[in-house]
Antibody, heavy 122, light 107 residues
C-alpha cells in the first residue's frame, strides 16, 4: 500500500525558515518524480514543486521560486521541502504527492499524504 | 501560466440527481486534465485523468469529458458520500494549475 507521511509543519515567524519531510513507502520511491502541493485554509490547491527521479531536475512556480527548494534522498525514500524567507501567504497545508506513473512528470497525482500544516505568523 | 476557470463555485443537489461541473482552460491543454475529490478533512483523491479515464476504484457514476479548452465532470445518481469539493487540474504545462474548486452539497 502506498503511504506518504509528511512532517515538519508548525508555527513560524515571517522571514524564517522551515523544512518539511515526507516519508514514502509501498512503492519504489526512486522510480517516481515527486511533488509538493499546498492548500491555504479554506482555499484551493496550488502546486509548489516537483523533483525528478534522480533529483537532477526541479520545477517551481514563480510564487516560491528562489525561496523554496525541493530535494530527495532515494536511499531513505524521503522527500523534502526547504522553505526560506517565509511569508504569511505561505500559510497552508502542504501535501506530498506522487504522480500516477513511474518516470513521468506530466501526469496527475495519484497519491497524496495527509498533509502538514504550516502557519506563518508573528 | 494556464488559467483554469471552474464553475460553479458551489452546487446543491438532491440525492439521485445528476450534476455537472465545468472547467475551462485559458489555452488548449490537449486533454491533460484531471479531476480530484476532496472530502471534508481529507486529502484530495484522483477521480479522472486524461479528461475521461476513471482512476482505480472510482465508481462508474463519475465520468469526465471534453477536449481543447473545455472540460466537464458529471456525477450520476448523486449519493450522500459525494459531498465534497471537486477540483480540476491541468498537467499539460508547468506550472501545473488547479481550478478554484466546486463545493457540492446535498439539498
Amino acid at each position: 500500500e502506498v503511504q506518504l507521511v509528511e512532517s515538519g509543519g508548525g508555527l513560524v515567524q515571517p522571514g524564517r525558515s522551515l523544512k518539511l519531510s515526507c516519508a514514502a513507502s509501498g512503492f519504489t520511491f526512486s522510480n517516481y518524480y515527486m511533488a509538493w502541493v499546498r492548500q491555504a485554509p479554506k482555499k484551493g490547491l496550488e502546486w509548489v514543486a516537483t523533483i525528478s527521479t534522480s533529483g537532477s531536475r526541479t520545477y517551481y512556480p514563480d510564487s516560491v521560486k528562489g525561496r523554496f527548494t525541493i530535494s530527495r534522498d532515494n536511499a531513505k525514500s524521503s522527500l523534502y521541502l526547504q522553505m526560506n524567507s517565509l511569508k504569511s501567504e505561505d500559510t497552508a497545508t502542504y501535501y506530498c504527492a506522487r504522480p500516477m506513473l513511474p518516470g513521468y512528470n506530466y501526469v496527475p497525482f495519484a497519491y497524496w499524504g495527509q498533509g502538514t500544516l504550516v502557519t506563518v505568523s508573528s | 501560466d494556464i488559467q483554469m476557470t471552474q464553475s460553479p463555485a458551489s452546487l446543491s443537489a438532491s440525492l439521485g440527481e445528476t450534476v455537472t461541473i465545468e472547467c475551462r482552460a485559458s489555452e488548449d491543454i490537449y486533454s491533460n486534465l484531471a479531476w480530484y475529490q476532496q472530502k471534508p478533512g481529507n486529502s484530495p483523491q484522483l477521480l479522472i485523468y486524461d479528461a475521461n479515464s476513471l482512476a482505480d476504484g472510482v465508481p462508474s457514476r463519475f465520468s469526465g469529458s471534453g477536449s481543447g479548452t473545455q472540460y466537464s465532470l458529471k456525477i450520476n445518481s448523486l449519493q450522500s458520500e459525494d459531498v465534497a469539493s471537486y477540483f480540476c487540474q491541468q498537467y499539460n504545462n508547468y506550472p501545473f494549475t488547479f481550478g478554484s474548486g466546486t463545493k457540492l452539497e446535498i439539498k
